[in-house]
């Protein structure tokens, strides 16, 4: 058993898709069973809602492997909330919101930049065609990844994140 074969080796993300025609399973330990690969282990985000219909195995620039699974879900309406505030997304702020509170910018890329700078200094110096030239290339796409990751999930876990969408009489106000 081996790994997928993907699409041309030059796409920064490649992918892999299994239906159900292909005998993909998820097996009782909970573990994707692919064809051609075997069971794949695997750490859920969260539950399927009803069994998959097909799976899309990605890999990114950086290496790393994920699994999308096509699932029907019944719509369900986002509950009613009582206080609105507006929001004014900008660039010397990361948000302002109505009521004065200021959200300050996180600046991923500038706190990463020497890290960064570093390993594409190091990419730069390798030979055209080399393991190390591939291995100088997933430094740098990981450490851009690092970036990536940073700014996806900060608008989601960070506090202000979370009480945007909940409570916001319970802002600090940051400075």
Same mark, same amino acid.
């Given at each position: ?57 990605? &890999?990114?620039? +950086?290496?790393?492997?994920? $699994?999308?699974?096509? @699932?029907?879900?019944? *719509?369900?309406?986002?509950?009613? /909330? #009582? ?49 190390? &030239?591939?291995? +100088?290339?997933?430094?740098? $796409?990981?450490?851009? @990844?690092?970036?990536? *990751?940073?700014?996806?999930?900060? /608008? #989601? ?19």
């Amino acid at each position: 058993m081996g790994a997928p074969r993907f699409k041309p080796r030059r796409d920064p993300v490649q992918s892999a898709r299994f239906t159900n025609n292909a005998r993909w399973k998820i097996t009782n330990a909970g573990k994707p069973a692919l064809p051609g690969v075997g069971d794949v282990k695997a750490a859920w985000s969260r539950s399927l809602p009803s069994p998959p219909s097909s799976v899309t195995v990605v &890999k990114d620039a +950086a290496g790393r492997y994920f $699994a999308s699974f096509v @699932v029907e879900t019944d *719509d369900e309406p986002l509950p009613d /909330t #009582t206080p609105e505030v507006g929001i004014d997304l900008g660039l010397s702020h990361f948000a302002v919101f109505s009521n004065g509170t200021e959200v300050a910018s996180p600046r991923f890329l500038r706190r990463a930049g020497k890290k960064l700078k570093k390993a594409q200094r190091a990419l730069s110096r390798t030979q055209k065609g080399s393991h190390n &030239k591939e291995k +100088a290339r997933l430094k740098v $796409a990981r450490a851009h @990844v690092r970036v990536a *990751d940073a700014r996806k999930t900060s /608008t #989601t876990s960070s506090p202000h994140g979370s009480r945007a969408r909940t409570k916001p009489s319970t802002w600090k106000t940051c400075r």
